[in-house]
């Protein structure tokens, strides 16, 4: 059987995905600019102490900027070649990965073959503890890693090197979904420098990678990291040569800056959506589909929420139209599916009535199934602007369902995670996920298998719908993939775990020196490709 070419797996993954082999890294911007010297933007950023791509869990922009992936999926669900010059396969389950010629490291060593392996082994390997070795789950011999008895192997058997541009990946079985796994948004692909591998701690104070900006300084926590165009970068250009990310552990005094002219680019809290447009304006106000849903949570080892009748009255006693025009300013979507409506094939409107404001019919329903007995605690993160989104929640139910329910903040992200991740939330919590990739399967593994990334937010975990999912991962026609994950849906619909709340939108305010503001499926401004006004 003849070689099946990205061409067409990508065209596979569903109707809407596009392949452009032609390019090195979508975006909005003039492909022909260059970049003016002296063109700089700074950019407010959450406060990281990893900056590693398989570590990082809170630097996403900033290994945006240093690291080139694979491949890149624009806003408009078109997969284009980047670092790779083709991907390839036959059955789906062994890839064969190309690089391009000609790229280096920005301490000037060749991006090869060996690099990419090195690097993935490097991450998978049990005793380094990197965040993100999950996502090289599903390459044969990552268990081995990974052993909880005896000594951990220090490669995948599934990695092989072929020559110094070739590489294969062979999986534990057939995924289509894997031109889109090796993508901007899964940084654990990024290859490291040899150099990297000898000293991770002195790695992570001055990464080196292979994309368009090289860091110029030492990484010092809360300190500003200073990025330079990379003279040697084999794709293309981009439209500033300096990127500044600022360090903001809060997001207000980042808005507050951003409205003064201090910095140029940052995100926009949920507890200032409604207002931005007065304060901004429409033209400084950026709000980009994306691959982010959220859930309220249940705690479904408590028998309170184990009946489904219970579960349903709460889901159509929230105002899910209102809370997205007083709270979110109408940037949001009220959910109506248990993945993203940006990810190809979501069967937008399977949840029916269930996500719609009934709250006479959950009144009923939550009388039938024996009603509600002590207080419904909604628990959520403190400090990240959370407050009036949980507050109206608890309001709501107390008033449709006659219930004592209260919102309870943590006492910061910290706290609140590890109680959801070891199962002690007492009522209804915060639950949600930006997929690193816009496919189904990413969203519905992360909430629905279990060990798929996001634990607990959702506990609840059949074997059904696991193999459910690796049915459809199978399925190279876009049409029957897009048929296979709705079947899922239809099997979660049947216990109804948790609420679906929001289709989300990732929003940002900008100075005034900054006319346009692209991004890419993941959601994520694409700094580099930010087109500064005239005089900025």
Not at 241 to 252: G, H, L, M, N, R
Not at 286 to 312: H, N, W
Not at 320 to 341: D, M, S
Request: charged share 15%; aromatic share 10%.
């Amino acid at each position: 059987m003849r070689l099946m070419s990205l061409r067409l797996a990508a065209g596979a993954l569903a109707a809407s995905l596009a392949l452009a082999a032609c390019s090195t890294g979508g975006s909005d911007a003039d492909p022909t600019s260059t970049g003016a010297d002296g063109a700089a933007i700074s950019v407010a950023i959450s406060p990281a102490t990893q900056l590693i791509p398989g570590r990082n869990i809170e630097a996403y922009d900033f290994n945006m900027a240093v690291w080139a992936p694979l491949t890149f999926v624009d806003a408009d669900s078109t997969l284009t070649y980047v670092q790779a010059e083709s991907i390839e396969t036959e059955d789906a389950i062994t890839w064969t990965i190309t690089l391009r010629e000609g790229w280096t490291f920005h301490d000037g060593t060749p991006v090869t073959a060996q690099a990419y392996v090195d690097s993935w082994n490097a991450v998978a390997y049990g005793p380094n503890a990197f965040e993100n070795s999950g996502q090289l789950a599903n390459v044969v011999g990552y268990a081995d890693l990974n052993v909880t008895e005896g000594e951990p192997a220090t490669e995948m058997s599934g990695l092989k090197v072929v020559d110094e541009t070739t590489f294969t990946v062979t999986l534990l079985g057939p995924d289509s979904q894997f031109p889109m796994q090796v993508s901007q948004g899964q940084t654990a692909m990024y290859p490291m420098p040899a150099s990297a591998l000898d000293d991770f701690e002195a790695y992570n104070r001055h990464p080196v990678g292979n994309g368009k900006f090289a860091l110029t300084n030492d990484f010092v926590e809360n300190e500003p990291l200073i990025l330079e165009a990379y003279a040697d970068y084999q794709g293309d250009a981009p439209t500033v040569s300096q990127i500044t990310f600022v360090p903001y552990a809060d997001t207000a005094t980042a808005y507050t800056d951003v409205l003064a002219g201090n910095i140029d680019v940052a995100g926009l809290p949920p507890n200032k959506m409604a207002q931005s447009a007065t304060d901004f304006g429409a033209d400084h106000v950026y709000s980009f589909e994306a691959p982010g849903i959220s859930f309220l949570g249940l705690p479904l080892q408590d028998p309170r929420y184990q009946d489904i009748r219970v579960r349903k009255a709460i889901s159509m006693a929230l105002d899910r139209e209102t809370i997205n025009k007083v709270v979110y300013g109408g940037l949001f979507t009220p959910a109506t599916a248990f993945t993203p409506a940006i990810e190809p094939g979501t069967p937008v409107g399977i949840c029916g009535e269930l996500c719609e404001y009934q709250p006479e019919k959950a009144k009923a329903l939550l009388t039938e199934a024996g009603g509600f007995t002590g207080s419904m605690n909604v628990y959520y993160p403190g400090g990240v602007g959370l407050d009036e989104l949980y507050t109206a929640i608890a309001n709501q139910l107390r008033q449709n369902l006659g219930v004592d329910a209260v919102a309870t903040p943590s006492t910061d992200w910290a706290e609140f995670y590890e109680t959801r991740l070891n199962g002690l939330a007492t009522g209804p919590y915060f639950s949600r996920w930006g997929a690193l990739y816009p496919s189904q399967q990413n969203t519905l593994r992360v909430f629905f298998v279990e060990g798929g990334g996001c634990t607990n937010c959702i506990p609840w975990y059949d074997p059904e719908v696991a193999d459910l999912i690796a049915a459809a991962d199978a399925q190279v026609d876009g049409a029957e993939a897009a048929s296979a994950y709705a079947v899922v849906q239809e099997r979660i619909m049947e216990e109804f775990p948790a609420p679906p709340l929001f289709f989300e939108a990732y929003s940002f305010v900008t100075s005034e020196r900054v006319a346009k503001l692209n991004t890419s499926a993941a959601g994520n401004p694409n700094y580099s490709q930010t087109i500064l006004a005239e005089g900025a």
